[in-house]
């Protein structure tokens, strides 16, 4: 995740118009927009129905499906993590994260952590 996380934070650092940030919790909380969003940022102009086979398509359910060996997928809910990590193991990769975001203005800033 590190290394990842700092490429990524390097490329919206120098081309800030090249990267878009998108949080698995929108695109389950909000898939129509979250796909418009990214349309947009593609500069591309996709009907209700290319929208909504595509909200179709990436749906947890559908791409389990489309994966074949689908036993490193979980069950695609926001929030399972804490059913598999400890709270030390989550506290430190919070800790990684923002240390890869440190001096960067964060999109997730203004999320609050959930403590079980």
């Not at 179709?56 to 695609?76: E, L, T, V």
Request: one cysteine or more.
């Amino acid at each position: 995740m590190v290394r990842s996380c700092d490429l990524w934070r390097q490329e919206a650092l120098t081309n800030p118009k090249q990267v878009l940030w998108v949080r698995y919790e929108d695109i389950v909380s909000s898939p129509k927009a979250e796909i418009e969003k990214i349309a947009r940022f593609l500069e591309i102009e996709a009907s209700d129905e290319v929208i909504a086979k595509t909200v179709h398509g990436s749906g947890f359910a559908a791409m389990k499906a489309q994966s074949g060996d689908a036993h490193h997928m979980r069950k695609g809910t926001v929030g399972d993590s804490r059913n598999h990590f400890s709270h030390e193991l989550e506290e430190e990769f919070d800790a990684a994260y923002k240390e890869q975001m440190r001096g960067f203005e964060d999109p997730y800033a203004d999320m609050t952590t959930n403590s079980s």
